[in-house]
């Protein structure tokens, strides 16, 4: 069964924006976010395909809704509950 984020062939998401954008953050805290994916991935809390595959299984609406970062940001903080780093439900306020 394909994931949400596999959408090869599906058509009616519009058209793509291939205009040059030469920042690679709009924000500061996108900024952070790869830093703290770098961190804690260096630091051997996750590798890069359990990542992969957390972003991958995020709820469809959720992951539709999200941004490029807000995707990796949700998949770092259901990683550090997985892994026990955190406990269940401490981000959520």
Sequence with gaps: M???NDVGGTQGFGAIDTTDDTEPFHADWE????G???T???Q???????FRDAIE?????EYLAASYYERWFTAICALLERKGVL???ALDD
């Design 40 to 42: 804690l991935r260096a």
């Design 44 to 50: 051997g809390i996750f590798n890069t395909n359990e």
């Design 2 to 4: 394909a994931r949400i």
């Design 31 to 34: 900024a952070r976010v790869v």
């Design 57 to 61: 299984s995020m709820p469809p609406g």
């Design 87 to 89: 406990e269940p439900g």
């Design 36 to 38: 703290l994916y770098n």
